[in-house]
């Protein structure tokens, strides 16, 4: 299992595109979508928005600032790094963790204030380096407290850049 996880890497690092090693200017990222999706969960609606800063290093890694708010009264301030990887058909796959401070609502607990983040966004980029894409994520505060029953959100996301 390792090898094959190890030869996946390797081809989807040569697919990458030449375009990630142009400049990526930094973007705001607006999202919208559900939290709770794996369950019942009242005002389930979420709403954010991040401030993407550009890549650094070797590993083009991309920190992250975001706030996201849900209709229940629930949100979550966080910051993340996240790794664009780059197809030629202008198709961006962008892992992605972080941490943050969440605070829950009556309707949508996860146990602790610090609540780990992970996530997956697959997004096609415009001429002009818009993106519109669609991340799944998974919150959970990794067994720090006493309950800890995790939650993950879809969200549709647009980011455009600023110059």
């Given at each position: ?131 519109l894409g ?28 600023i110059r």
């Open positions: 299992m390792q090898r094959l996880l190890m030869i996946s890497a390797l081809v989807l690092s040569a697919w990458v595109s030449a375009a990630e090693t142009e400049d990526s200017p930094p973007l705001i990222n607006l999202t919208f979508g559900q939290v709770g999706i794996e369950r019942h969960v009242e005002n389930p609606w979420r709403y954010g928005i991040e401030y993407r800063l550009r890549p650094f290093g070797e590993y083009r890694l991309v920190p992250s600032l975001g706030f996201a708010w849900v209709e229940n009264g629930a949100n979550y301030l966080y910051g993340e790094l996240r790794r664009d990887f780059a197809f030629p058909s202008g198709v961006l796959l962008t892992p992605s963790f972080g941490l943050g401070a969440f605070d829950g609502s009556s309707e949508f607990r996860l146990g602790k204030t610090l609540e780990f983040r992970t996530g997956i966004e697959i997004a096609y980029r415009f001429p002009g380096r818009y993106r669609l991340a799944l994520f998974h919150m959970s505060n990794g067994g720090l407290g006493k309950e800890n029953p995790g939650a993950e959100a879809l969200v549709l996301s647009f980011s455009a850049p």
